[in-house]
């Protein structure tokens, strides 16, 4: 039996079960990431994170669902991971890197008192070719786009931010039956890796209601690089625009992200510390 020492950290209700591999040697993310994330039955988390060392940045994230597949990227998970590396004495700096395996991303870090408050992401430029997604579809951009899933029409935006998104913009969040919908979607042969599901109300143009349905993990109360891709999509459609700050409501709490004219996304949000503890892993 193997004991693990692990924080639990969440950014606006997205939580996850952190791993400090600069100290844990961690043989099997995959079963570890099954056993612990079951709420009720044991820790309780959307996924673990394995925070890893680098050789081309401060820390290297891997993460890992709660049905054990590993993910690319997680925004409310990587700031989690740099208040980590940050408030740890890892690296005490101002601006992180950290590797994924959608890229390295960079954090600005607002501390106060020695501790990481608030972390500004720079989330990378969104990919909007279809086959980079990936999603099948024969135009450049699919953009507000028709689509049937299980005999339903929704118009759907395609996104990437590292992970694949659909967007749906709706009247109504609150009057969808959100699991099966989402399960369609993830389930859906139009997106060849699966997809993240995003349905989202436009408030105004600086405020999007957004509830999301991640792949292998069903609904969550936040989703980071959902609420970047969200973003990206209204501007697309025309709801918001470029270089202004729109707030993401979603069922955790507030993110704040700005697509900028010169291509990138940056989300800006708060993480915590939940507690720390021993997981005992029979593996």
């Known amino acids: ?69 590993e993910g690319k990227m997680c925004g409310n998970g990587i700031r989690c991971v740099a208040k ?4 740890s004495g890892i690296a005490k700096k101002d601006t992180l890197t950290i590797e994924t395996l959608s890229g390295i991303k960079e954090i600005k870090v607002f501390a106060e008192n020695g501790v990481a408050k608030t972390l500004t992401v720079n989330m990378g430029k969104p990919i909007l070719k279809p086959k980079e997604i990936p999603v099948i579809f024969d135009g450049e951009k699919m953009i507000n786009s028709p689509s049937v899933i299980n005999g339903k029409e929704y118009n759907i935006t395609a996104v990437s931010m590292g992970n694949p998104h659909a967007v749906i913009f709706v009247d109504d969040t609150d ?34 209601q957004m509830r999301v349905y991640e792949r292998g993990s069903g609904e969550t109360f936040a989703c980071g690089t959902g609420a970047c891709a969200t973003v990206v999509a209204a501007v697309l459609n025309g ?36 507690y720390d503890g021993i997981y005992y892993f029979d593996d």
């Open 1 to 69: 039996m193997q004991e693990i020492k692990f924080t639990k950290m969440q950014g606006i209700g997205n939580d996850y079960i952190y791993i400090d591999c600069f100290k844990e040697n961690i043989k099997n993310p995959e079963a570890l990431a099954k056993v612990m994330s079951p709420r009720h039955f044991s820790v309780g988390a959307d996924g673990v994170i394995l925070i890893c060392p680098s050789l081309v940045a401060d820390a290297k994230m891997r993460m890992f669902n709660l049905d054990g597949s």
């Open 84 to 87: 980590y590396v940050y408030d």
């Open 175 to 208: 009057r969808l039956d959100f699991q099966n919908e989402g399960h369609f979607f993830e389930e859906n042969p139009l997106f060849p890796e699966g997809v993240n599901t995003e349905f989202v109300k436009v408030i105004d143009e600086k405020t999007l």
């Open 239 to 274: 709801f918001c625009k470029k270089d202004t700050e729109i707030t993401v409501k979603l069922l955790g709490g507030d993110l704040y992200i700005t697509y900028s004219s010169d291509g990138f996304v940056y989300m800006r949000g708060a993480a915590k510390t939940v």
